[in-house]
């Protein structure tokens, strides 16, 4: 059955990245059931290698603010919930229990470079489900790629298995100044069917 397209609306087609965010608080148990709704998408091999760092006092988000591009600064600091979306690169050592048909612990522990790929692909899809849950549950996004990952991973991730994949404002977006909407790709620019 097709969602109606109210949903289809607030997933894709008149949802926006906000500029900014009122000052509304999100909860913790709002948080949660975030992480209770994206938790069901897909990944290969059941692996979920998504963790995730919900940063709300302002202390937390000046740890952040020296690995950030100067033009996410105010989005961040601004918005009631910043999540650093990181993936673990070990992974695999939890897959006895989310994959117990067999032991492909064992194909990731052998080879290193496929446990990254594996790690950094699924871990950037469990963050596009945060995204859509994230929507779904009437929470505004904004992700953004415009930070240093290696200060993010020494200040957050230090002497663990995460790597900082991706960052992503969330709150209640404020729109009173949001400028018109980029263009997108039509399906003959971007798809061919063989």
């Known amino acids: 059955m097709r969602l109606d397209p109210f949903a289809l609306d607030r997933l894709f087609r008149t949802a926006r990245t906000p500029p900014a965010f009122r000052p509304d608080p999100v909860s913790d148990e709002l948080l949660r059931e975030l992480w209770e709704l994206m938790r069901w998408g897909p990944t290969s091999g059941n692996c979920q290698p998504a963790r995730i760092l919900f940063l709300r006092s302002a202390a937390a988000k000046e740890r952040l603010r020296p690995a950030l591009s100067p033009g996410n600064v105010a989005k961040v ?25 067999g032991d492909v612990r064992s194909w990731y522990e052998a080879d290193p470079q496929l446990r990254e790929e594996t790690a ?23 992700p953004m790629s415009g930070f240093d990952a290696a200060a993010v991973d020494r200040e957050f991730f230090a002497g663990t298995t995460i790597r900082a994949n991706l960052l992503a404002a969330l709150g209640y977006g404020a729109f009173d100044r949001i400028r018109p909407r980029d263009p997108r790709l039509a399906f003959d620019e971007a798809c061919r069917v063989l």
């Open 77 to 101: 600091m601004g918005a009631p919930i910043t999540a650093i979306l990181g993936y673990d690169t070990a992974f695999h050592d939890l897959l006895p229990r989310l994959w117990p048909r």
């Open 120 to 142: 950094f692909r699924n871990g950037t899809l469990q963050a596009a489900y945060l995204i859509l849950a994230a929507r779904a549950l009437g929470l505004d996004c904004a």
